[in-house]
């Protein structure tokens, strides 16, 4: 009796774990261990307070028959399923755009006494004290404005590029899964 054994890791969220257990068994994996984990991250420091991090995941473990009548099949198959997810579009990173606008705003608004404050006096050296802020405030506060527009520009082709993948390759990916779980159930 000739078997193999595949454990991954995924994102311990229910619904993930069972699409991915459901995924596996279409291609004759048998889960035989689903093991929630969490992984040492690190420490932080606030103050007298010590606080640890972790990781947390579920480790799923698989097994299957080698010397099954379906498995090169199945197989192959599986590999080709395998293809059509590793060309999966995959979500740009959101970006902190909407948090350097606001930081911006208020590195502006905070630095306007300083700049009254000259303007008041009469004094140089206070006005560009003023002035300086609110040119750094302002280039944040564009900077924010203009990856803003990036990351909206990148999640809208992400979204074009996901649902025509949806449409062919994953329409293809689900087909070949039914067919693999049709040729397992019906050996």
Known sequence: MARETKTIQCYPDDKIVNDRIR??????WELINNQR?????????????????????????????KNTAWYKEVTALEEKYNKLLDDKPVRPAENKAKLRFFFGVVFMILSLPLL?????NGSVIMIGVGVVPIVIGLIIMITGIVKNKRN????????????????????????????????????
């Open 37 to 65: 984990c969490q992984e040492y991250e690190g420490q932080t420091y606030s103050g007298d307070t010590t606080v640890n991090h972790y990781s947390t995941f579920n480790k799923l473990t698989f097994t299957r028959e």
């Open 23 to 28: 995924q596996y068994e279409s291609f004759g």
């Open 152 to 187: 909206k520009q990148a999640q809208e082709t992400y979204r074009t590029i996901k649902d025509a993948w949806e449409l062919t390759s994953g329409r293809e990916a689900e087909k070949i899964m039914e067919q693999a779980r049709d040729i397992v159930e019906n050996a």
């Open 116 to 120: 009254s404050i000259g303007i008041a």
